[in-house]
């Protein structure tokens, strides 16, 4: 079982950024395509962003691309979201997972909104 604890959300203005970072128990996290992932009031689950095992390859919605910048440190079993320019519309709780996700991976998440 791996357990991902998200951090790093908060309140921001339009234009501003943030850094979330998603904490790993276990060192198999290691071997894992991982995705952040964000859901909006009253709408689906998206991905935002992925990064494969080695940190070779990145992936972004286009939503996001040239504005987030996902990474990871296996060292630590840590991977992270960069967000600058952040507009309104990136306002949502931000998850975690492995890609494809897996459901008993999810956590709590992290609540990012951006308002002035």
């Known amino acids: 079982q791996v357990q991902l604890v998200e951090s790093g959300g908060g309140l921001v203005q339009p234009g501003g950024s943030l850094r979330l970072s998603c904490a790993a128990s276990?060192?198999?996290?290691?071997?894992?395509?991982m995705g952040w992932y964000r859901q909006a009031p009253g709408k689906q689950r998206e991905l935002v962003a992925t990064i494969t095992s080695g940190g070779s390859t990145t992936n972004y919605a286009d939503s996001v691309k040239g504005r987030f910048t996902i990474s990871r440190d296996n060292a630590k079993n840590t991977v992270y979201l960069q967000m600058n320019s952040l507009k309104p519309e990136d306002t949502a709780v931000y998850y975690c997972?492995?890609?494809?996700?897996?459901?008993?991976?999810w956590g709590q998440g992290t609540q990012v909104t951006v308002s002035s």
């Open positions: 276990r060192t198999i996290f290691k071997i894992y395509t």
């Open positions: 997972n492995r890609d494809p996700s897996k459901e008993e991976y």
